[in-house]
């Protein structure tokens, strides 16, 4: 049975579809394989079972990387060709069956819901959750990345994700020092518990505040050198997330975190972390005040600056639907 999944290219997006894959493979134990998806988001599908390939969409001038694509695929014949980028490709393959999301991508429901719709109506009101796959080489690393930052079997972390793709959903960085300080204070709810910073190596500069405000023995900094294996495996040794939205937001949510995402110039209805242990924490302004179709995000700092520090502890500390949420075990 052959496989061509063919998703998106920013990492949080293709996190989300990452339920859909998974759902498939469940049901073709046997299946080899390829998944196509922009090279930012290609480490994420390393270790799916059965992968055969992964096809890096490198955007090129006049549809040139679908040509390539089509050209690597066309040679063979696909039992089941899923693609979330509304691209002709599935029509220009021999397939045995197509699938795409069925809504609209502007409908106010959840991209996970909208990418469940592939499956039919079934997949739209219960769609298969996120998850991500870890090898044992990245949870390896991930674990040693921890033990020379000093990490004992048992100490709780605060996971702290400061950053994102727009400094317009960045919330400011001293109201992330003040929330992990407070949570981590000894009446807080994670007493004790060592602060983890992750981010892209890029992203080190709009990290710093945070790294330098909270530097000292319960800092974990985990900004750069990090595959996203190998940051999802970190992820997942943490009690509880905070960050902006972001991919390393729904990598959270995938591995069974505690999530809190915080919101403000971006559509929560679209992507709030998902599942019981995500919780999303929004400005008080909406979406449309805060991004009306005249803005030139060029042009802005952060619009985050109207959700408080006792508003995000406030959020942390309310009762969570389930005490304790599963992790994924590796395949």
Do not use: Q
Request: glycine letters at 10%; hydrophobic letters at 45%; aromatic letters at 6%.
């Amino acid at each position: 049975m052959r496989l061509l999944f063919i998703t998106n290219s920013r990492i949080g997006d293709a996190v989300l579809s990452t339920g859909l894959l998974d759902n498939l493979i469940r049901r073709h134990p046997d299946a080899r394989v390829t998944v196509a998806c922009g090279p930012v988001a290609a480490p994420l599908f390393a270790g799916v079972p059965g992968l055969e390939r992964i096809h890096e969409l490198r955007k090129r001038p006049r549809a040139g990387h679908w040509r390539a694509l089509w050209a690597a695929c066309v040679g063979c014949r696909w039992d089941v060709v899923v693609d979330l980028r509304g691209s002709p490709i599935p029509w220009m393959l021999r397939a045995g069956r197509r699938l795409r999301p069925t809504v609209d991508g502007r409908a106010p429901i959840h991209r996970v819901r909208r990418i469940g719709s592939a499956l039919g109506p079934a997949g739209l009101t219960d769609p298969p959750a996120p998850r991500l796959w870890t090898r044992a080489e990245d949870r390896a690393a991930a674990a040693d990345a921890l033990v020379r930052a000093g990490v004992a079997e048992g100490d709780s972390i605060l996971a702290l994700a400061p950053t994102a793709n727009w400094i317009g959903k960045t919330w400011p960085a001293d109201r992330f020092v003040a929330v992990a300080r407070r949570l981590t204070a000894p009446d807080g709810p994670l007493p004790g518990a060592r602060v983890a910073v992750f981010g892209a190596p890029s992203e080190r500069p709009a990290a710093a505040p945070v790294l330098e405000a909270l530097a000292g023995p319960g800092l974990i900094d985990l900004v750069g050198g990090m595959t996203l294996p190998v940051a999802a495996a970190a992820l997942g040794r943490c009690a509880l997330f905070v960050g902006n939205d972001s991919g390393l937001m729904h990598m959270a949510a995938a591995m069974g975190v505690r999530t809190v995402g915080l919101f403000g110039p971006s559509r929560d209805e679209h992507y709030a972390p998902w599942g019981v242990g995500g919780r999303v924490v929004r400005t008080p302004e909406s979406y449309t005040t805060l991004f009306p179709p005249d803005l030139d995000p060029t042009r802005v700092g952060t619009l985050m600056g109207g959700l408080s520090v006792d508003t995000v502890v406030a959020a942390v500390t309310a009762p969570w639907e389930a005490e304790a949420l599963s992790r994924h075990d590796p395949p």
